[in-house]
């Protein structure tokens, strides 16, 4: 039998608590680790936070212990809610495994708050995260063409997590994508140096290729059409083709080398190949196609 003001063996006292900045990192980052902590940043002065209160305390004692609430007077405790880049009252943070993963800010119906609290409080069951759910609208955005759906959905995962690898590297895709490789620099910058992610060593590898690229491709198409055993002239034509994210036009000349003399210069144009592959995405259908030409010429 549970008692009125007890929640499966966790007394409110235990679910519902204030705290500093002193003791945010306990309560709040180490203890999501263990169960979902939502925080509300509220102040003494602002009428929302006195609405919004007792309907997150509602909902929090109605989950049973799957979630903790911890408040955070802003006026008194200002450091985490300059962190967070609080710049309204009453702020909502979910936090799970030591990371904020949803957010709100304003008075909600109860109706709302009841789902939030609900939602974040499945994600200590193994549920997937809000940021995981944008990354998986992005792809499906991706799929179907949109772009635009895409860039907002990677943009709302990276204001939930500003060092999600995967929301990093998928954003940086799209300005590569779009040919903006000076924006996805800028954005590649908020990633590890070591990052492992596929995205990540996609645009890495075609800004490389962008800086060590030709800027015209008339002079070699010149000196190839003199010379088909030019291959020093359709090397440099297969690097401005791929700079100009012209990738598979610079696969078949550098196939197209190593069909004519694969040892060439230390096998520079199979070297070559591998760094566009990289840059136009180890599964993208250029890279998948190349691999079955270069095969045909290696194993005929």
Not at 46 to 53: A, H, K, T, V
Not at 202 to 208: F, N
Not at 244 to 267: K, P, S, T
Request: net charge negative; glycine share 8%; hydrophobic share 45%.
């Amino acid at each position: 039998m549970t008692l009125i003001g007890e929640t499966s063996g966790a007394p409110v006292a235990d679910l519902i608590k204030d705290t500093t900045d002193a003791t945010f990192m306990a309560d709040v980052v180490e203890a999501s680790k263990t169960t979902p902590v939502i925080v509300d940043f509220w102040a003494t002065w602002c009428g929302p936070c006195r609405q919004l209160g007792p309907a997150l305390e509602k909902a929090v004692t109605a989950a049973r212990g799957k979630v903790k609430l911890v408040k955070v007077d802003i006026d008194k405790n200002p450091a985490y809610a300059g962190q967070l880049r609080v710049q309204s009252i009453p702020a909502v943070f979910a936090f799970v495994d030591g990371r904020p993963v949803d957010t709100f800010s304003g008075a909600l119906p109860d109706s709302q708050v009841k789902a939030f609290v609900d939602r974040v409080a499945k994600l200590g069951g193994g549920g997937v995260s809000p940021v995981d759910q944008l990354l998986d609208m992005a792809r499906e955005s991706l799929e179907l063409g949109d772009l635009g759906g895409a860039a907002q959905a990677y943009a709302q995962a990276l204001q939930m997590d500003p060092a999600n690898v995967k929301a990093i590297g998928g954003m940086a895709r799209l300005y590569q994508q779009t040919g903006d490789l000076e924006r996805a620099a800028e954005v590649l910058e908020m990633a590890p140096p070591d990052a492992k992610d596929p995205d990540i060593a996609s645009v890495r590898a075609a800004i490389a290729l962008a800086a060590d690229a030709p800027s015209e491709t008339a002079g070699f198409e010149v000196r190839l059409a003199a010379d088909p055993d030019d291959h020093e002239a359709r090397l440099e034509l297969a690097k401005a083709l791929a700079g100009a994210g012209r990738m598979d036009e610079a696969v078949d000349e550098l196939i197209e080398i190593i069909r004519r003399d694969r040892a060439w210069n230390d096998e520079a144009a199979r070297k070559q190949l591998l760094v566009v592959f990289e840059a136009a995405g180890q599964m993208s259908d250029t890279a998948k196609q190349g691999r079955r030409k270069l095969s045909a010429i290696l194993f005929s």
